[in-house]
Every structure is written in structure tokens, then in C-alpha cells.
């Protein structure tokens, strides 16, 4: 499915969105991560919140 969504991104108006992952903690203190696309102009205020 990755290598899909990948493909997809790259044509068309999928250049203007980017795939981001970021790290979450959970309340048991570990780590999971969170993915989400996201326009390319709107990936550093992602990260920010």
C-alpha cells in the first residue's frame, strides 16, 4: 500500500502534499507513530503542535 500512496504523490496535484510522520507518546511511555498527509506549505506547522 505505501509504495501506492507513494506513486500517487508524485503526479499530478499530488506534488503540493507531503507524507509526514511524527512520534507520539502514549500515556504508558512509549512511542507510536502518527502519519498524515499534509500540504507541502503546512509540514512545519505539523510538527510545531
Known amino acids: 500500500m505505501?509504495?501506492?500512496?507513494?506513486?500517487?504523490l508524485?503526479?499530478?496535484?499530488?506534488?503540493?502534499?507531503?507524507?509526514v510522520y511524527k512520534a507520539v507518546k502514549n500515556a504508558k511511555g512509549s512511542y507510536s507513530f502518527k502519519s498524515e498527509?499534509?500540504?507541502?506549505?503546512?509540514?512545519?506547522g505539523y510538527f510545531k503542535k
Not at 2 to 8: E, L, N, Q
Open 2 to 8: 505505501a509504495k501506492k500512496v507513494v506513486a500517487t
Open 10 to 19: 508524485k503526479t499530478g496535484a499530488g506534488k503540493d502534499f507531503a507524507k
Open 37 to 44: 498527509i499534509v500540504p507541502n506549505d503546512e509540514v512545519k
